[in-house]
C-alpha cells in the first residue's frame, strides 16, 4: 500500500512537471508568434537566416489559425499535413549537451550539468515545428489562443479555459466600449468618430 502511495505521488510529481514544461512552451510559442511571424519578409535588414525563422513561424501560425475554427480545438488536416512536410525535410538529430547547461534541482535550485538531452536541428525554422509538437504534446493547444481585442497569442492559463483577452488591459479596453459586442466594430476605429461619441455620452 505505502509503495502505490508512493508510486502515484512520483507519478502526479511527473506529470505536474510535464504540464510546466508544456507552459514554457506555450509561452515560447506565443511569443515567437507575435513577434518572429510578424517581422518583414522583404527587409534588407535581416539576414537569410531570419527570414527562414520568420517564414517557419508564420507556417506555424497559418496551422494554428485554422484550428481557432475548430471545436473542440484540434489542427485540421492541411494543418496536419504542412506539419509532417516540414518535419520530414527538417528532421532533429537526438544530442547530449557537452558543456553546462543550467537546469533546475529537486528544490528548484539552478545547477550547471553536463549531457542534458536535447535535439539539434540543421534547419533553423524547424525550431518552430519542434515547439508546437511539444505544445501538442502537453495537449496544451486549447490554451494558446489569439487575444479579441489586439490579436496578439497568448497563452490562457485559467482554470476553465475561459479568457478571451490576453490582458486586463484588453479586458478594460472592451469593457469600457459603450455598445460592446454589439456594437458595430468599425466604428471604433475611426478615432474622429469615437471623439464624437464620447462627447455625446457626457451631455
Ligand atoms: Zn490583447
Known amino acids: 500500500m505505502k509503495r502505490r502511495g508512493g508510486h502515484s505521488r512520483v507519478v502526479r510529481e511527473l506529470s505536474l512537471a510535464r504540464v510546466v514544461q508544456g507552459l514554457e512552451f506555450a509561452h515560447t510559442l506565443v511569443d515567437n508568434l507575435n513577434v518572429l511571424a510578424r517581422r518583414g519578409t522583404v527587409s534588407r535588414e535581416h539576414t537569410s537566416v531570419e527570414r527562414r525563422e520568420s517564414e517557419a513561424w508564420r507556417e506555424m501560425e497559418s496551422i494554428l489559425e485554422a484550428s481557432l475554427r475548430e471545436q ?16 520530414a525535410e527538417c528532421p532533429g538529430v537526438l544530442c547530449l549537451s557537452d558543456q553546462d547547461s543550467f537546469v533546475e534541482d529537486d528544490n528548484g535550485k539552478r545547477i550547471a550539468i553536463q549531457g542534458v538531452p536535447g535535439i539539434n536541428f540543421k534547419d533553423v525554422g524547424a525550431y518552430a515545428s519542434y515547439v508546437l ?21 497568448f497563452v490562457d492559463e485559467t482554470r476553465n479555459k475561459s479568457a478571451e483577452r490576453c490582458s486586463r488591459a484588453c479586458t478594460v479596453k472592451w469593457w469600457n466600449r459603450p455598445h ?8 471604433y476605429r475611426d478615432p474622429a468618430r469615437k471623439r464624437r461619441q464620447k462627447g455625446r455620452t457626457g451631455q
Open 180 to 187: 460592446r459586442r454589439d456594437a458595430r466594430h468599425a466604428q
Open 133 to 153: 509538437w511539444r505544445v501538442l504534446e502537453a495537449r496544451l493547444l486549447g490554451r494558446v489562443k489569439r487575444c479579441l481585442e489586439c490579436k496578439r497569442w
Open 72 to 87: 473542440p480545438r484540434q489542427l485540421s488536416d492541411d494543418g496536419i499535413r504542412l506539419f509532417n512536410k516540414r518535419a
